[in-house]
């Protein structure tokens, strides 16, 4: 192997991966995995910028919207809380999906459900590349937080003087309830890159402003006692069928995000050193909620009691009007990563890779005015504390990985190996405070929780072509994890006393892999792949207590981890200029952490608690196509069945039978593009999923209502100009047929789009 090879692989390891094409000897940089047993044993989607052109892409998400079997819960654009859910993992287990920006973890394993998205906007939809998905932990590469999968997000490597201005504009209409108006927001982005000698450098700027549909949608049930007549509600049902009255919504999230990156590459002979640093500035308000109650008179009733005029008792709240309160955040944050890729040894047959991650909460602070300015008791109501304010201290994580492979073990050109160590540290500390929001003063602690996990990973993966015809891949990874220093609560003078404590925890366990392919043909492979994975607990699940008036959220320090078996068979064809790919799954696990919300009184209570045996089973069809039929029409088609079923809980065993929620058995996703002229693509796609549940008792069965998980159909167009060399101009429309539909909050409406962009090169 010489230089030229030496340094190509060792760049193939920075931010591609290795997939297979017709024979395992062919290799192409494909994505940011070290070894290419990752993309291999497992299946696998890629699209590029160039593919996802008919996407309305304001947001980093985006770009896997319409990939096999997926789906993000964005609910509006610039959505900090953009779930994600892959396979049996539904979007509210984001702790068993990883999503990674050139190896920078994105993924936020402190908390789960809607608090645990993974941080989209630290990466600006114009900085894309390609986008890659791995499905299932069928790699030892990556731990039990691969469950779901991996989304591998690429990022343009400087390779030559290029400026980028863009900038979009959307507007979405709006008409549910009382509230019927239009919601507009816009992007713009500019970006630099060059490369000086060995040194290349990126820079970017991405801002993002927008206003949301109003997120949630204030109902009440019928109660006894009355209080002031009023008119403007809606008579309705909640998700459980449960007549409600509607009195109002929550108005926009007003969002504001701004983010500063840089990225450098450079080479030292057949070594590569690569830095990046991303800050964001992200602000949210929630200042314009709306209370449809009036009197006759016409004037707005804040009362805690009404009635309507047809004679229905309710309460705005069982706790007051602090419902029509006003929100608002602000969060900044910081992520660094500096790694080292190379050759190793005279001969250069082997590669490493050093990449050290830091992820570091600067601030975020949420504040809540306990009732809304215009209410007679906003005044009396701040001076008794009865606003919030939540911070999160020694917040961040930490991460260290180090990778070496070869491709010819021994000399052996048919045998590979790739063995590597990891390690990670997260850390969640949140203080909530009662408040005075006029004042800006803080109250007596609602309760400090937090703590930290630690794990140490070993793994090892060998590949051996025993035959022509014959692959086969076996791995194994071994995981130390540890929960330390969590508490609840303090005193006064802030120290922590014994009791309030938790036990420290020390876990590990091994996951084996095995993968076993037959090459039919040149062009046709079957493939088995089985693993085991274990999924650890996160700091919320562990350590996070809260104690509000309206929701009570208790943690579990003792959880078990989850531990599942994962199969996977796929047959896959490939086309000229396309592939054909089919694959069944089946997914057991044991002890599958979910988020449980129960009222009591009024209040919800949020527990973490483990339902012993949920088994999935499915089947995946996927067909991608340029030039069909030798054409210029282009496709990306897909289509899959998920059955989630709970079929042991001891803690309740008449769920046993139901549906695992938020997972539909149906999901299917359509791109396509045509050139009508030599400057001008026509693009259209079509997202379409079943409906779920969103309770584990599976009684939320209402469809088109807050709080519902509808099935919907949403259809969008674009049209792409090259106007000149360097202008690119489009038009786009998203829900064209305004298709109303719930994922517990509403979807977006239609929703327009223009943009602009000029590249100087």
Not at 40 to 51: G, H, L, M, N, R
Not at 512 to 521: E, N, Q, Y
Not at 646 to 661: A, R, V, W
Request: proline share 3%.
């Amino acid at each position: 192997m010489n230089k030229t090879s030496h340094l190509f692989l060792g760049l193939s390891l920075l931010y591609g991966g290795i997939t297979i094409a017709e024979e395992i000897s062919t290799i192409t940089v494909s994505s940011d995995a070290l070894f290419r047993d990752t993309s291999i044993v497992s299946p696998t989607s890629k699209i590029t910028v160039e593919e996802a052109m008919g996407i309305n892409m304001t947001t980093t998400e985006d770009i896997v919207s319409h990939e096999p079997n997926l789906i993000i819960r964005k609910r509006y654009i610039g959505d900090s809380n953009g779930t994600i859910g892959i396979r049996g993992s539904n979007m509210f287990q984001t702790t068993r999906t990883m999503v990674t920006a050139d190896g920078l973890p994105l993924h936020y394993l402190l908390q789960t459900s809607f608090s645990g998205s993974p941080r989209w906007s630290l990466v600006a939809p114009d900085e894309l590349e390609s986008a890659e998905i791995i499905y299932g932990p069928f790699s030892a590469e990556y731990g039990g937080n691969s469950m779901g999968g991996v989304v591998k997000l690429k990022t343009r490597d400087p390779k030559k003087r290029r400026l980028v201005l863009q900038g979009s504009l959307f507007s979405q209409d709006y008409d549910k309830l009382e509230t019927n108006e239009h919601f507009n927001g816009g992007k713009a982005f500019a970006s630099f890159e060059d490369k000086f000698g060995d040194l290349g450098l990126y820079l970017s700027y991405n801002h993002l402003e927008n206003d949301s549909q109003p997120q949630t949608q204030y109902a009440a049930k019928a109660s006894g006692g009355g209080g002031t007549v009023v008119q403007g509600t809606t008579a309705g049902v909640e998700e459980h069928g449960t007549p409600v009255t509607y009195y109002g919504d929550s108005g926009p999230d007003h969002v504001t995000t701004d983010l500063y990156k840089l990225k450098a590459l450079y080479d030292i002979g057949d070594y590569q050193v690569r830095g990046s640093i991303a800050y964001e500035n992200r602000k949210k308000e929630q200042d314009d909620v709306n209370n449809y109650l009036t009197d006759a008179a016409g004037n707005t009733v804040w009362d805690d009691k009404v009635t309507t005029t047809s004679g229905t008792n309710f309460k705005t709240s069982s706790f007051g009007s602090s419902v029509f309160q006003e929100r608002s955040q602000h969060r900044e944050s910081l992520l660094l990563g500096l790694g080292l890729t190379g050759p190793l040894g005279a001969d250069g047959d082997w590669v490493f890779d050093l990449y050290a991650t830091d992820f570091e909460i600067l601030k975020d602070e949420e504040e809540r005015t306990g009732r809304n300015p215009a209410d007679p008791t906003f005044v009396a109501a701040n001076t008794a504390f009865k606003g919030r304010l939540t911070e999160y201290n020694n917040t961040g994580w930490k991460t260290f990985d180090a990778k070496v492979g070869t491709e010819n073990l021994g000399s052996d050109d048919n045998q590979r190996l790739s063995v590597g160590y990891n390690y990670s540290k997260y850390e969640l500390e949140i203080k909530p405070f009662r408040y005075n929001s006029i004042t800006n003063t803080k109250g007596a602690t609602r309760g400090k929780s937090g703590g930290e996990t630690f794990t140490h990973a070993v793994f090892a993966q060998w590949g051996w072509k025993f035959n022509p015809k014959w692959d086969l891949s076996l791995g194994l990874r071994y995981d130390d994890w540890r929960g330390e220093n969590g508490f609840f609560d303090d005193n006064a003078d802030g120290q922590i006393t014994g009791a309030e404590k938790h036990k420290d925890r020390h876990e590990t366990g091994f996951s084996p892999k095995f993968s076993l392919a037959h090459f039919i043909t040149d062009k046709t492979t079957i493939r088995y792949s089985l693993a085991r994975a274990l999924r650890f607990p996160v700091t919320e699940e562990l350590y996070q207590n809260v104690n509000e008036a309206l929701q009570v959220s208790v943690a579990d320090a003792n959880l078990k981890p989850e531990d599942g078996i994962f199969q996977n068979v796929m047959i896959e064809h490939r086309l000229d200029d396309g592939l054909l790919r089919f694959n069944l799954f089946y997914e057991d696990v044991n002890d599958a952490i979910f988020s449980q919300n129960v009222t009591i009184n009024g209040a919800t209570l949020r527990t973490f608690l483990p339902v012993d045996t949920v088994k999935t089973k499915g089947a995946e069809f996927v067909y991608n196509q340029n030039h069909v039929m030798g054409t210029a029409f282009n496709t990306r088609f897909n289509i899959s069945y998920t059955d989630a079923e709970i079929t042991k809980n001891s803690l309740d065993p008449s769920l046993e039978g139901n549906t695992f929620p938020r997972l539909p058995n149906w999901r299917a996703n359509l791109l396509v593009d045509y050139p009508l002229t030599e400057k001008l693509t026509a693009h259209s796609g079509i997202r379409y999923a079943s409906n779920s549940y969103g309770d584990l008792d599976n009684s939320d069965n209402e469809e088109e209502v807050f709080g519902a998980q509808d099935e919907y159909i949403f259809v969008n167009t674009k049209l792409n100009w090259q106007a000149t060399k360097t202008t690119q101009l489009s038009v786009g429309v998203d829900n064209i047929f305004n298709e109303e539909a719930y994922v517990h909050h509403p979807w977006p409406s239609r929703t327009f789009f223009l943009e602009g962009k000029i590249v100087f090169e």
